[in-house]
């Protein structure tokens, strides 16, 4: 079983909603120690009197907790055996003929107001449609910073992260993070309430032109992090559109992943001219 320094009380992670409970805020903590490797897949997570000992907190804040992290799809509760961490899911890739290509960069964008471009900050703290940055959290190495520095040919602390979410019909739609090869970052570009559209800007800031290299489809339920920010329940549906985007001689230059909500969005292929 790994084992870990003396924990503080959970805190509340950067760029989450203030008044997170306590249980949340928890699995939070429990769940970034595991996508930092701290608890492997298939590792024991420890029981319920280690962990309100180690964080402070009594053992109901942690079966609340764990129960949290069973919702996401994070852990596997064993009844009379233990919490186990599951295993990453498996990947099924469909090829595309390149002469069927379509490069509508920035896709998603098409249903925004003026692309995405539009949207801002207005001041009073009232946002409307549009992508807005939420945070640009260092790359430490979590499994998600792995799989972006292993599709863009890169490690880890060559790469940039910045994260946003996609507001349609005054509600949050999907929640996107995308890493560069690049940085540091524009300040302004990473500000929290940054708004535009992050496909293009991230274009602009590195100088370069973008193409589409390949994208995945796939579904998830949404973790803790994602269901504070789509404000949907953990283990919610969430389409998953994901890739790399190159520059015109065939170079890595983005790696993208959007969450979006299943219940108001759908992907659709067209074999067929319309």
Not at 116 to 132: H, V
Not at 226 to 234: N, S, T
Not at 245 to 251: A, E, L, Q, R, Y
Request: charge should be neutral.
């Amino acid at each position: 079983m790994a084992t870990n320094p003396p924990s503080t009380p959970p805190s509340t992670p950067p760029g989450t909603p203030p008044n997170i409970p306590l249980y949340r805020r928890l699995a939070r903590q429990l769940q970034e120690r595991i996508d930092a490797g701290g608890y492997p897949a298939g590792a024991r997570l420890p029981s319920e009197p280690e962990l309100s000992a180690e964080f402070g907190v009594n053992r109901l804040t942690v079966r609340q907790a764990v129960a949290e992290l069973e919702r996401a799809a994070v852990v596997e509760i064993r009844r009379g055996v233990g919490t186990f961490v599951r295993p990453p899911a498996v990947r099924v890739s469909i090829a595309v003929d390149p002469r069927s290509q379509r490069f509508d960069l920035g896709s998603v964008h098409e249903a925004l107001p003026d692309g995405g471009q539009g949207a801002g900050d207005r001041g009073d703290g009232d946002r409307g449609d549009g992508e807005f940055v939420v945070a640009a959290p260092a790359v430490t190495g979590s499994a998600e910073d792995e799989e972006a520095a292993r599709q863009l040919g890169r490690t880890p602390r060559e790469l940039s992260r910045v994260d946003s979410v996609i507001r349609l019909g005054g509600r949050a739609r999907a929640a996107c993070s995308y890493w560069v090869p690049f940085g540091p970052l524009p300040a302004e570009l990473v500000r929290p309430g940054h708004a535009g559209n992050l496909v293009l800007d991230l274009a602009r800031a590195a100088g370069v032109e973008l193409e589409y290299d390949w994208r995945a489809f796939g579904a998830i339920g949404a973790d803790l992090a994602d269901a504070e920010l789509l404000g949907v329940p953990a283990g919610t549906p969430l389409l998953v559109r994901e890739g790399v985007s190159c520059t015109p001689d065939g170079t890595p230059a983005l790696y993208v992943r959007r969450r979006i909500d299943g219940s108001s969005a759908r992907f659709v292929l067209h074999f067929r001219e319309r």
